[in-house]
Each structure stands twice: as C-alpha cells, then as structure tokens.
C-alpha cells in the first residue's frame, strides 16, 4: 500500500550545530584562499573568461553549496539546514574581513548586507529545490538542487550587485557563464553526494530519508 511522504521537518536546535560550524569554517577558509581580487584575476586574467559572473559560477557559489548541501544532509531530514550553513559563511566571512581588514572583493561586494543577502537567497533556493526534490534518490536530488541554487545566486548577482559594482552582463556571453555555472553546480552537488556518503553518519541520515519516501 502506498505510503505519503512525511512532511519536512523543522529544524530543531539540538542539530543546528553542525551547519553553523562548517558555514562559519567555509567562510573562514574562504576569505584566505580568496583574498582581495584573486577570484577577478583567475577568472579574468588567466582563464580569460567573460563576466560579470564567472567567479560567482565557478567558485563563490559551488563553495557555499558544497557547504550547505553537506549540511542539509546533517540535519537528518530536517529543513533549514542548508541556508543556517549559507548564514553562517556569509556572516563569518564579513565580520572577519571587517575585524582583520583583510582585502575583498569590492566587485561582489564579498563581506557587505548584500553578501549576505546573496548567499541568504542562495540557501533559500537550496532548500526550496531539496523539498521538490525529495521522492528523489540523493545523488539526483543534490544534483538538482546545486545546478538550481547556483543559477538563482548568479542572477540575483546579475540583477541586484553588478549592476552597482561592475556594470550589466552582455547577453553575447549569457549562454558561456550559464553553462559554467550549470557545470559549477554540478561539480558541487557531485562532490556533496560523495562526501556525504563517506561519512557515516551522513550516509545514514541520507538513508534514512530516502526509505521515507518511497511508496510501496
């Protein structure tokens, strides 16, 4: 007899830890790895690729989806766990750029509200596309989700932030930075399945959801 998908669940505190810890380690590791205009000068520079976008494809939004889609898979089922992680990135990232003054990207406007805006409707989206996507087997559903939630990142960045900072996209190379962040996200969603299913308590929960939806 079929069986109804049980409703998401809200996320509790007892689990948010997790989230907020490897949001706030990826924002930490991000602001060194990518300080100032290093993600201009790779993108631009020595992959001479177009933008605005290319680094918000390639590396911003891959980054934090890594993230968060690890941390979504944390929660046991649970919602929220995927923008908590996104928050946390976005807040760590600019209240340690702001005490250390440490060099950003001022095109992105990396470290400012609208940072965290971004990468804010970013797990927004993320989370959004794991509940639509839930009678689906993880590889899929993460897969889905990254592709998804990269594109609404690089749009709101498109609509809301480079038009402040660097100017409007070209629609001549719309169709390239698309489809560089389509491979973004799923590089990202990839890895998220592989990692997760190495943890042991990752692959459980991810188990676990995966038996409550099926209908038989």
């Given at each position: 007899?079929?069986?109804?998908?049980?409703?998401?669940?809200?996320?509790?505190?007892?689990?948010?830890?997790?989230?907020v810890?490897l949001?706030a380690?990826?924002?930490?590791?991000?602001?060194?790895?990518?300080?100032?205009?290093?993600?201009t000068?790779?993108?631009?520079?020595?992959?001479?690729?177009?933008?605005?976008?290319?680094g918000?494809?390639?590396?911003?939004?891959?980054?934090?989806?890594?993230?968060?889609?690890?941390?979504?898979?944390?929660?046991?089922?649970?919602?929220?766990?995927?923008?908590?992680?996104?928050?946390?990135?976005?807040?760590?990232?600019?209240?340690?750029?702001?005490?250390?003054?440490?060099s950003?990207?001022?095109?992105?406007?990396?470290?400012?509200?609208?940072?965290?805006?971004?990468?804010?409707?970013?797990?927004?989206?993320?989370?959004?596309?794991?509940?639509?996507?839930?009678?689906?087997?993880?590889?899929?559903?993460?897969?889905?989700?990254?592709c998804g939630?990269n594109?609404?990142?690089?749009?709101?960045?498109?609509?809301?932030?480079?038009?402040r900072?660097?100017?409007?996209?070209?629609?001549?190379?719309?169709?390239?930075?698309?489809?560089l962040?389509?491979?973004?996200?799923?590089?990202?969603?990839?890895?998220?399945?592989v990692?997760?299913?190495?943890?042991p308590?990752?692959?459980?929960?991810s188990?676990?959801?995966?038996?409550?939806?099926?209908?038989?």
């Open positions: 007899m079929a069986r109804r998908e049980r409703s998401p669940l809200r996320l509790q505190p007892s689990n948010a830890g997790i989230p810890l949001g380690v990826g924002g930490l590791l991000f602001l060194f790895v990518f300080p100032g205009g290093a993600i000068t790779l993108m631009h520079d020595v992959m001479h690729l177009p933008g605005p976008g290319a918000i494809a390639l590396i911003l939004g891959p980054a934090v989806l890594l993230i968060a889609l690890i941390s979504s898979q944390s929660v046991r089922g649970a919602t929220g766990g995927a923008l908590l992680a996104s928050l946390a990135f976005a807040a760590t990232y600019g209240v340690l750029a702001a005490i250390l003054n440490v950003v990207s001022r095109q992105g406007m990396f470290g400012s509200i609208w940072f965290v805006v971004a990468l804010g409707v970013c797990g927004v989206v993320t989370e959004v596309l794991l509940i639509l996507t839930r009678g689906l087997r993880s590889p899929w559903r993460l897969l889905l989700a990254a939630a594109t609404g990142l690089l749009v709101f960045y498109w609509i809301a932030i480079f038009p900072t660097k100017g409007w996209v070209s629609w001549e190379d719309l169709p390239l930075l698309l489809a962040n389509l491979g973004g996200g799923a590089i990202a969603g990839v890895a998220a399945w990692v997760s299913s190495r943890i308590i990752l692959a459980g929960s188990r676990g959801r995966e038996s409550d939806v099926r209908t038989r």
